[in-house]
Each structure stands twice: as structure tokens, then as C-alpha cells.
């Protein structure tokens, strides 16, 4: 059985800093790893998806990392925000397409 | 835009109600997908459709029921049944090869009064 597993569980960090969010899976076979971010009380908003013949994925400030032989993937933010405040998710799918998700990494972004 | 409405936003239930949670999606999306979120807790698979007037159990599908009559809708019913059904209801759709990954609604609260 797939399990994810995220780590840090929470993070602090003064504006203007560059952080790494990690994510590590127990079955390297995996079709493609999508990270979300989680705001309080809302819905999830696909950041990244990489699929497993890619090795990472950019997006402005965000960029994603696959490395499936050791199981992890990482997601860094570069300068940032405030607004980069929220609940970070990492999920690969499993069986039937259905996505297992780690806990998450709740980042504040402090001025 | 595409995209997946869940509704209503909030939602109170009586003990021994049942209530339903709406998931309309206009995306195409052949799958689609119930999750429940517990503070501290990772989300749960409640029900998936992978095609119309079908679905399969998740992990925690007790006192819980779905129908998928259209590809564009996938209720979910939280009966009396469910002994503890205060959370936060997230729903999802994907394409059938998961190329573009998943695509999550807004989610509905729902608690017990």
C-alpha cells in the first residue's frame, strides 16, 4: 500500500526566504506526483504535476523535483511571500487512479 | 472557466438526518472523486466513479452513498449511518489516464448540530 508521508508537518519563515517542501512515497512506481496548495477552509489548487519520465517542473517561483528510485520529491519557493502562506500537498495515484496524499506542510510566511 | 462546483459552501445536519453534498463538474472529466478532511488528518477516500452508473467504495465509504446518473454530477449522501460526519467535504475529477491530474472543488462543510 502506497504511503506518503510529508515532511516538515509545520514551517516558519521570514519574507524573502527559499524553502524546500518534501514529500517521500514508499512505491517508486508511480505514474506522476502532483503537489496542491490548501488554503483555510478551502478547496485544493493544483501547483504542479509532474509526470514520472520528468525529473521537475517549474512554475514562477515554484519549482518541483521527481526523483522516483529514491522515493521523494521536493517543492522550492523562491522569495517568498506572505501570500505563500497556506497548507502544502504532495499526491501520487494508486490503484483506480485514486490519489493518496500525504499531511501535509503548513507554511507561514512572516514579514 | 472549467471547473468543479461543490455546493452548498456550509451546511448544518440534525442528528439522524441525511443530508446530500451537489459535485457538478463541466470539465469532461470521465472520473470523479469524494474525499473527506479531518483537522490533522491527511484526505480520506469516501466513493470514486470512473464512468457513469458506476462507483466503487474508498477507504471510509461507511455511511456514506454516491449515484453517478450523468457524467457531470456525483452527489454524495451522508446518511444517519454515519456516526461522525463533522468535516470538511472535498470532491474531484480527473481524466481516465490521470495525464493532467486531478481537479478539486471548493469543498463543503458540514457539521452536526
Known sequence: ?111 | DGGITQSPKYLFRKEGQNVTLSCEQNLNHDAMYWYRQDPGQGLRLIYYSQIVNDFQKGDIAEGYSVSREKKESFPLTVTSAQKNPTAFYLCASSLPDLNYGYTFGSGTRLTVV
Open chain 1, 1 to 111: 500500500k502506497q504511503e506518503v508521508t510529508q515532511i516538515p508537518a509545520a514551517l516558519s519563515v521570514p519574507e524573502g526566504e527559499n524553502l524546500v517542501l518534501n514529500c517521500s512515497f514508499t512505491d517508486s512506481a508511480i505514474y506522476n506526483l502532483q503537489w496542491f496548495r490548501q488554503d483555510p477552509g478551502k478547496g485544493l489548487t493544483s501547483l504542479l504535476l509532474i509526470q514520472s519520465s520528468q525529473r521537475e517542473q517549474t512554475s514562477g517561483r515554484l519549482n518541483a523535483s521527481l526523483d522516483k528510485s529514491s522515493g521523494r520529491s521536493t517543492l522550492y519557493i523562491a522569495a517568498s511571500q506572505p501570500g505563500d502562506s497556506a497548507t502544502y500537498l504532495c499526491a501520487v495515484p494508486g490503484g483506480g487512479n485514486k490519489l493518496t496524499f500525504g499531511t501535509g506542510t503548513q507554511l507561514k510566511v512572516e514579514l
